[in-house]
C-alpha cells in the first residue's frame, strides 16, 4: 500500500496484547513495538484498500483503527485501536 505522505500521531491509550498473541510475536524473536510502531505511523500493514482507506478517514472521524501484520514466522496480528482511542490491543484474528 501507498503510505501516507506526512507524519500522523494518534493516541494508543492503554496497550494490551492477548496471550496468543504475546506467543506469536515473542516466538519469532520480535517485540510488540515493532508493530505498534508502524500502526501509530500510519502504515496499515497488510489490509486491503477499503480498510486502508476506512483507517485514514477513521484518523479525521476519530472512529476504530485496524492493521494487520505478520510476525517473521508468518503468523497474523491485528492491531485495534478503539474510537475513543482509550486502548489499542494486539492480537490474533481468531481472538477477535
Same mark, same amino acid.
Given at each position: 500500500?501507498? !503510505?501516507?505522505?506526512? *507524519?500522523?500521531s /494518534?493516541?494508543?491509550g492503554?496497550m494490551?496484547?492477548?496471550? =496468543?498473541a504475546?506467543?506469536?510475536i515473542a516466538? !519469532?524473536?520480535q517485540? *510488540?513495538l515493532d /508493530?505498534?510502531?508502524?500502526?501509530q505511523?500510519?502504515d496499515w =500493514?497488510?489490509?486491503?484498500k477499503?480498510?486502508?482507506?476506512a483507517?485514514?478517514q477513521?484518523l479525521?472521524d476519530g472512529t476504530?483503527?485496524?492493521?494487520?501484520?505478520?510476525?517473521?514466522?508468518?503468523v497474523k496480528i491485528?492491531i485495534i485501536t478503539?474510537?475513543?482511542?482509550?486502548?489499542?490491543?494486539?492480537l490474533?484474528?481468531?481472538e477477535?
Open positions: 500500500m501507498i !503510505a501516507n505522505p506526512k *507524519p500522523i /494518534f493516541r494508543l492503554q494490551v496484547a492477548t496471550p =496468543g504475546i506467543e506469536a516466538s !519469532a524473536g517485540s *510488540p /508493530f505498534i510502531s508502524k500502526h505511523r500510519g =500493514g497488510e489490509v486491503g477499503e480498510d486502508w482507506d483507517n485514514n477513521a479525521k476504530r483503527l485496524l492493521s494487520s501484520y505478520a510476525t517473521s514466522r508468518g491485528w478503539e474510537a475513543d482511542r482509550s486502548a489499542t490491543t494486539i490474533l484474528p481468531e477477535y
